[in-house]
């Protein structure tokens, strides 16, 4: 009994290799294949992660934004009301000055 189980894998054996050139890779794939999916998931995991922390930074730049705005709106108000007031003083102190051009005509021609 012994020796028909040794024809028999005498005879087999030519075929058993072939048979694990085949097979062999095929489970090495299996174990490729989740760890790339491993890696894309811890990829996946880390990129949003990234894009909820890019979010609360633009959210936070869009806050600074919206105060340097208000800031400069107000600079602006107050800038036009300084600029109404030094052009009344100028049309001021420009009547005053025809007023007196015109006391020192009179008093030249007089």
């Known amino acids: 009994m012994p020796a028909s189980w040794l024809a028999a894998l005498n005879t087999?054996?030519?075929?058993?290799?072939?048979?694990?050139?085949?097979a062999l890779p095929v489970f090495g794939q299996r174990k490729q294949a989740r760890e790339a999916a491993d890696a894309s998931q811890q990829q996946l995991a880390e990129l949003q992660?990234?894009?909820?922390?890019?979010?609360?930074?633009?959210?936070?730049?869009?806050?600074?934004?919206q105060q340097a705005l208000g800031a400069l709106e107000q600079a602006g108000v107050e800038l036009a009301a300084a600029q109404r007031r030094q052009r009344?003083?100028?049309?001021?102190?420009?009547a005053l000055a025809l007023l007196a051009t015109v006391l020192a005509g009179y008093a030249a021609w007089r």
Do not use: C, D, G, I
């Open 12 to 22: 087999a054996l030519p075929y058993l290799e072939s048979l694990a050139k085949v």
């Open 49 to 65: 992660t990234a894009v909820t922390r890019n979010a609360e930074h633009v959210r936070e730049l869009a806050l600074q934004l």
């Open 88 to 94: 009344w003083w100028s049309a001021a102190a420009l």
